[in-house]
């Protein structure tokens, strides 16, 4: 697990039912690009974010593979359609295999 | 001020290497785009790809892309030394068929967004993005 | 060759100079409240003629300005949530944490307009100084590295607090000698291109170095996001990046060179809002 990973979410805390609202996403994530050398020129190894999920009440928002192209500390930005009250999970999937997660609940 | 032949020559010689340049990588977004679509036909237009004209710095470029009725996005940077960007599948709840995020890009180059659309066909559009090279650096 | 590519490269950024430059015209508002980016300088300038001192997010591009008007848009902003954590963490002999000695970190509201400032004991301290003093003598515990990350999350966290509120350092009684020896430093020409740091920032702010868009210089937003480094860069870590780029040896991050630059820097933007964490290119 790459050091000190921290994601923020940022969705409202209430919508009307059927309501498109607007999420943002941000985490703190080096995403070593693989195309790095280090001092003694040997190449840093790739160490990214691969997948990004966001999931509503078990349904699916969006779901993205990432590449190395994408910026250190990553931000999404997208819609979502809110069905009836419920939670928003995030998930971040490392290369390393960790898992970094997070939810919001939404009012209707 | 003037320049002797050859000058010009070397100067020529620098611009034909520019233009053959972009073909050597345009081949690896050509195989990703590929993939993406299995090989069928990309229509022009019906993506909307929204890029700056002069990024500040490559390391972090805000790009967004939206296209109706698609159920996924591919996004390339063609001239990287890996094309591939994000691909951005929408889940039945997505609000919309659009997304924003941060990108890399290694120099001035082509930004590409290809749509999948719903009835199987694509779509595609894309932006040339200026990366500037500031003075200070460190 | 080699002499008429230069003119030609010279020419290129004298047209790039004409074209452009300058500060916008842009408002800066963060999540709304809108910032104080423009002003008139303070008196101590009048030498200098310059009359409006001038944030540097007026003189980015506008994708780079945008990211700096949410807080929530701001990459800078997830080191001051990491800070946060840090703020509540016991750490050192003496278990002690920051919230356990100050409480809510709410209460440092202004404390970074008055920074840097002189001690009790005479000494120009900044904001690094009082954290690692605090980490070293009340909660026993090792000190932070000055352009580290923890440390530049936790500067933000406190500039953070005074976000809007105008910068407003002491420069007389025992400023005065540190903030003297700053402005030397000031217009001394350093290294092998015999470049100071008014030859950029008083001189030619507006106009254009290589690709580079110069600015006043100006402290204000600092901490600041970089989206070269995509990470908080410290004060002191500029200064040695511009005193490198004028190819000399440069001062250390925490020397009491850079202190004094420190206060005299800030004090030319007296007046401006703390933009912390502010974000540029």
Redesign the interface.
Known sequence: MADGVKPRVKVPKSASAGEVITLKTLISHPMESGQRKDSSGNVIPRSIINRFTCDFNGQNVIDITMQPAISTNPYFEFDATVPEAGEFKFTWYDDDGSVYEESKKISV | MDFTRRETLALGAGAALMTVLPFRVNAAADDAINEFTGGAAVADGGVDLDAPEIAENGNTVPIGVSAEGATAILLLAAGNPTPGVATYNFGPLAGSTAASTRIRLAGTQDVIAIAKLADGSFARASKTVKVTIGGCGG | ?KF?AL??VVALCAATTAYAGGADDDVLAIDGEEMISKTDAPAHLAETGIDTIISGWHF?????Q??QLDT??N?G???V??AM?SWNTVEGEAGESCASCHGDVAEFEGLSTKMPKVDEDGKLVVMEDLINECRTERMQANEWKWSG?TMQAMVALINHQSLGMPMDVAIDGAAAPFWEQGKEMYYTRYGQLELSCANCHEQNYGN?????HLSQGQTNGFPTYR?????LISKHNRF???I??TRAETFAEGSDEFRALELYVASRGNGLSVEAPAVR?
């Open positions: 060759m008429k003119t030609a980015r591009e506008d994708d780079t945008a990211m929530f848009d990459p902003m997830i080191f949530d990491q954590d990350g254009y170095i290589r690709a580079d989206l070269k480094q995509a990470k040695r990046g511009c490198r780029d290119q």
